[in-house]
Antibody
Framework: EVQLVQSGAEVKKPGATVKISCKVSGYTFNDYYIHWVQQAPGKGLEWMGLVDPEDDEIIYAEKFQGRVTITADTSTDTAYMELSSLRSEDTAMYYC?????WGQGTLVTVSS | DIVMTQTPLSSPVTLGQPASISCRSSQSLVHSNGNTYLSWLQQRPGQPPRLLIYEISNRFSGVPDRFSGSGAGTDFTLKISRVEAEDVGVYYCMQGTQDPRTFGQGTKLEIK
């Protein structure tokens, strides 16, 4: 059974950095890209970027370029998304996803 | 970036009746390899998105056959032959042909 298990909810102050993990099981980690998607409260889905665990190729959405870092650790089958210079508008649920499966989501709340 | 436009944004449906959601892309989603990477996702209230349909018309594992996808090029449709209570939620189309990946705004399916 394929599973993407994300780390728990985070509360951060404006200007801080958050790092979310996504542990994959049930398939060969290198076989598929890992995507990260943001969903603000009551809003739609916004693609942030992807990593190819096979060769570490990374693509970021222009909106998040410069603030987001996506990585993949093939030794632990875990992907990470780090978002810096947090502001209130970054309060959202963050999802990792492969081609066919999604993680359960990680709620990040940015509040002073 | 490819813009994905869904209609309607809200769809009140009677149980047992059909429902249809349209998705139009701002440019052709036919990839250079000949495939068309148009997917449909379902997000039930309080849940992460899940894959329903991939490459226009292929139902993902475990998806009931009352869901079907069709279309080509820039125009695509998701149909539910007979809506059930568990189908309530928001439906998104998503293109994977070109980076950045982009989503439609979402269509909220609710029961009349």
């Amino acid at each position: 059974e394929v599973q993407l298990v994300q780390s728990g909810a985070e509360v951060k102050k404006p200007g801080a950095t958050v790092k979310i993990s996504c542990k994959v099981s049930g398939y060969t980690f290198n076989d598929y890209y890992i995507h990260w998607v943001q969903q603000a409260p009551g809003k739609g889905l916004e693609w942030m970027g992807l990593v190819d665990p096979e060769d570490d190729e990374i693509i970021y959405a222009e909106k998040f370029q410069g603030r987001v870092t996506i990585t993949a650790d093939t030794s632990t089958d875990t992907a990470y998304m780090e978002l810096s210079s947090l502001r209130s508008e970054d309060t959202a649920m963050y999802y990792c996803a492969t081609k066919d499966y999604w993680g359960q989501g990680t709620l990040v709340t940015v509040s002073s | 970036d490819i813009v994905m436009t869904q209609t309607p944004l809200s769809s009140p449906v009677t149980l047992g009746q059909p429902a249809s959601i349209s998705c139009r892309s701002s440019q052709s989603l036919v990839h250079s390899n000949g495939n068309t990477y148009l997917s449909w996702l379902q997000q039930r209230p309080g849940q992460p998105p899940r894959l329903l349909i991939y490459e226009i018309s292929n139902r993902f594992s475990g998806v009931p056959d009352r869901f079907s996808g069709s279309g080509a090029g820039t125009d695509f449709t998701l149909k539910i032959s007979r809506v059930e209570a568990e189908d309530v939620g928001v439906y998104y189309c998503m293109q994977g042909t070109q980076d950045p990946r982009t989503f439609g705004q979402g269509t909220k399916l609710e029961i009349k």
